[in-house]
Each structure stands twice: as structure tokens, then as C-alpha cells.
């Protein structure tokens, strides 16, 4: 079972800043948080991934709180291209390690 | 460039068949997957091979078998086809201990 919880899912208005929340209370030390998105019909995505300090690429930013139990996706110009599910992962880097997918959040931007 | 392929993009075929799908990466990842995703979208990993070793199998059948005859191939081998077998198939490949995965196209597989 996936160990994230995201709302199923959000609107966002085009050019505005899509922030896209996720809960992973139980994460433990060494598990870095994923997020991937999956656009309608195409394979996954992946975003951008954090340990404990927040990220920034040219996709996306991403914030993780000091407790490391939450965080947030932000995508700070979102376009009608953003539209997809977003899925919000944590997981250890090892090689026996894998990535398990939830429902994740499925992003509607509005034009 | 396509960083992974799959061969074919869509596959329908009837009960009781053998089939194929491909998956190349040109990434020079060492860890590949493959991933099932259901009607309801649910996308569970079957396999993982590192190097040609299989890493990860989770429990999937054993009328699918999963091949890697280099590290930028991983082919999987279905037999017996059945109704339910019926899904998107995706390949995926990483550096070992990388959370990073790439992803291909998919595979739309149709079982009659």
C-alpha cells in the first residue's frame, strides 16, 4: 500500500500556481520523497524528489516541512499541459527498493 | 532520441495466445522494471532486474516471465493469455538506488 495520502483531486486556474499537497507521516529517516505525474494515456513522469531540503527544478519546486511528514508539490505557472494525475511517492534508493504508486491527485488546470 | 521504447504500442490478441512486449532503453541505466496498470489505473510493479538479475517480483503470475538479454533490454513473456491480463504495460529503467525511474510509451495489451 501506498504510504502518501493527496486529496483525489484539485483545480487550478491556468497561470496561476498549482499547489499540490501530500501527507507521508510515517516516512522514515532515509526515505526520500518522489513526485511523478501521469498525462492522460502516456507514462509516468518523474517531477522532482527530496530528502529533507526543499528542491527546485525548472518543472517544479518542492517544499518538505522540518518534521519531514508532509509536503508540497508547487508548479508556479500552471498551463492546460499541467493537466495529469500527480502522484506523491516516498521511498528508500536502494537497489531492492521500488516505488509504489497511490491514487495521487488528479490536477485539472482551468483556462 | 527515445530514452525507452516499447514494441508494440498495442497488442490485441485472443485467450489461450503467447505474446511479447519489448522494452529498450538507451539511457545506459543499469535497473529496469516493468509496471501493469489496470482499468481502474492502479500501476503496481511486476519486475525489476539489475545488471540482468532479477531484483523485485512481486507476485504476478509465472505465465509471465520477464527477460533481459543485456542491461538496455527487458522483454516480458506472457502465455496463457487471459481476459484479465488485459492492461497497459509500462517499462521503466533507473540507476540502481535511484528513485528517478523513466518511463516508456506503454504497451495497451487486449485480450479477447
Known amino acids: 500500500d501506498a504510504k502518501t495520502t493527496q486529496p483525489p483531486s484539485m483545480d487550478c486556474a491556468e497561470g496561476r500556481a498549482a499547489n499540490l499537497p501530500c501527507n507521508h507521516s510515517t516516512i522514515s529517516g532515509n526515505e526520500y520523497v518522489y513526485w511523478y505525474r501521469q498525462i492522460h494515456s502516456q507514462g509516468p513522469q518523474y517531477i522532482i524528489h527530496g530528502l529533507k531540503n526543499n528542491e527546485t527544478n525548472e518543472m517544479a519546486s518542492l517544499i518538505i516541512t522540518e518534521d519531514r511528514k508532509s509536503s508540497t508539490l508547487i508548479l508556479p505557472h500552471a498551463t492546460l499541459r499541467d493537466t495529469a494525475v500527480y502522484y506523491c511517492?516516498?521511498?528508500?534508493?536502494?537497489?531492492?527498493?521500488?516505488?509504489?504508486f497511490g491514487k495521487g491527485t488528479r490536477l485539472h488546470i482551468l483556462p | 532520441d527515445t530514452a525507452v521504447s516499447q514494441t508494440p504500442k498495442y497488442l490485441v490478441t485472443q485467450m489461450g495466445n503467447d505474446k511479447s512486449i519489448k522494452c529498450e532503453q538507451n539511457l545506459g541505466h543499469d535497473t529496469m522494471y516493468w509496471y501493469k496498470q489496470d482499468s481502474k489505473k492502479f500501476l503496481k510493479i511486476m519486475f525489476s532486474y539489475n545488471n540482468k538479475e532479477l531484483i523485485i517480483n512481486e507476485t504476478v503470475p509465472n505465465r509471465f516471465s520477464p527477460k533481459s538479454p543485456d542491461k538496455a533490454h527487458l522483454n516480458l513473456h506472457i502465455n496463457s493469455l487471459e481476459l484479465g491480463d488485459s492492461a497497459v504495460y509500462f517499462c521503466?529503467?533507473?540507476?540502481?538506488?535511484?528513485?528517478?525511474?523513466?518511463f516508456g510509451p506503454g504497451t495497451r495489451l487486449t485480450v479477447l
Open positions: 521503466a529503467s533507473s540507476q540502481v538506488g535511484a528513485g528517478e525511474q523513466f
Open positions: 511517492i516516498v521511498s528508500h534508493r536502494g537497489r531492492d527498493d521500488k516505488i509504489i
